[in-house]
C-alpha cells in the first residue's frame, strides 16, 4: 500500500507563511483526489484541502484564501502552501486520500502558529 511522508512544518508567528510538502511510496497517480487534514489533540481529524487529478481545489471556509494545495504526479508529491496563518491553524498536518482515505497515515508534520 502506497504510505505517505510530510515535512515542512514548524513554528511561525501569526501571519507567517510555511509550505508542507507530502512525498508518496508509490504514484499518486492512480488516486483522483489527494487532501491535506489536520488533527489538534482531542479532536477529530479534520479535512483541509483536496485537488484533484484535473488540479480543481477545494478548501475548508477557514483556510480559503490563505491556503493553496498543489501536487506532482510526476514527483509523487502533494504540497500546501500556507499563507497568513492564524493560531488556530495549529495542528498536526497529513496528507491521504480523499474521500476515503487509506488505512496507513503518514506520521505527520507539527505546525504551530504563536508569537
Known amino acids: 500500500q502506497v504510505q505517505f511522508v510530510e515535512s515542512g512544518g514548524g513554528l511561525v508567528q501569526p501571519g507567517g507563511s510555511l509550505r508542507l510538502s507530502c512525498v508518496a511510496s508509490g504514484s499518486i497517480a492512480d488516486f483522483y483526489i489527494m487532501a491535506w487534514y489536520r488533527q489538534v489533540p482531542g479532536k477529530e481529524r479534520e479535512y483541509v484541502a483536496r485537488?484533484?487529478?484535473?488540479?480543481?481545489?477545494d478548501y475548508i471556509p477557514s483556510v480559503k484564501g490563505r491556503f493553496t494545495v498543489s501536487r506532482d504526479n510526476a514527483k509523487n508529491t502533494v504540497d500546501l502552501q500556507m499563507n497568513n496563518l492564524k493560531s488556530e491553524d495549529t495542528a498536526v498536518y497529513y496528507c491521504?486520500?480523499?474521500?476515503?482515505?487509506?488505512?496507513?497515515w503518514g506520521p505527520g508534520t507539527q505546525v504551530t502558529v504563536s508569537s
Open positions: 485537488i484533484s487529478n484535473g488540479w480543481s481545489t
Open positions: 491521504n486520500t480523499s474521500p476515503f482515505p487509506l488505512d496507513d
